[in-house]
């Protein structure tokens, strides 16, 4: 029997910040594909806000996961016309000298891409940077990837780069992940901050995801995502950055 899956997502600005200046970026396939094909793609990038249109990388990223090989052998001819495509779309804007001089170092983006096969149940995922992917099975965190535990996060992720120069060893950097799903299974594409938060909550010997699943079941589960959130960073429990969120539900 094929399985069939659902999901919810939501990508929000930092605190202070506009619709317009959140430099996520999230893939989900239409109701189409959910109800026709068996291989069913996900994906969410990071921006990196100190680089100059990070926010149109990381939409390319995740645009280009839906048709492009991600495998290692053919990743870096992904990435090079990835980075073409942004170079065509950022080098016709008239810049001030200082601005272009940052442009020329190009821009900077985490990955985390999920491609379900749930004809044959399984999956295949890959991540550069701390963008994480959590696996959750009768209330249990199963698995975690890339990120395993809090300690994991750091200030410098590694980085897909628009420009060759910055380029990062994908031999290193870049990681891959085989699994299996079941129905019932929950799967949970997170950025950083969100991510962070999950695991301090884990560590509390709390199960996060429960939080996630309630408040993105309300009818206005967008508003009420940003009231949470914005709790979460009045408080200190989670970072003033754009946050993230897919929620695969597997049937």
């Given at each position: ?34 109800e ?60 001030p ?49 890339p ?10 992720p ?6 060759p ?49 309630t ?22 429990e989670?970072k ?10 597997i049937?």
């Amino acid at each position: 029997m094929i399985l069939k899956c659902s999901y919810k997502y939501i990508s929000i600005a930092k605190v202070g910040n506009s619709v317009n200046e959140n430099e996520d970026n999230v893939l989900v396939p239409s109701i189409s594909q959910l109800e026709s094909e068996p291989i069913i793609k996900f994906a969410i990038s990071d921006g990196a806000t100190e680089s100059s249109f990070s926010k149109e990388w990381s939409d390319l990223l995740v645009s280009c996961y839906k048709d492009k090989p991600f495998d290692l052998v053919n990743l870096p001819s992904t990435i090079n016309a990835i980075s073409e495509a942004w170079q065509s779309i950022t080098f016709v804007i008239e810049l001030p000298w200082y601005a272009q001089q940052k442009l020329e170092n190009g821009a900077f983006a985490t990955f985390l891409g999920i491609t379900l096969n749930l004809e044959e149940k399984t999956f295949e995922a890959v991540s550069i940077g701390d963008c994480t992917l959590f696996q959750v099975r009768d209330n249990e965190l199963i698995y975690s990837f890339p990120i395993t535990s809090f300690e994991d996060f750091g200030n410098t992720p590694s980085l897909f780069a628009t420009n060759p120069k910055f380029q990062t060893d994908f031999e290193k950097s870049v990681k891959y992940l085989n699994g299996q799903v079941e129905s019932g299974d929950l799967l949970i594409l997170a950025s950083d901050a969100l991510a962070m938060w999950i695991f301090k909550r884990l560590n509390q010997g709390e199960s996060p995801w429960l939080s996630l699943l309630t408040l993105l079941n309300y009818e206005d589960y967008q508003t009420d995502f940003i009231n949470w959130t914005f709790n979460k960073i009045k408080e200190n429990e989670m970072k003033n950055d754009d946050i993230s969120v897919v929620l695969i539900n597997i049937d």
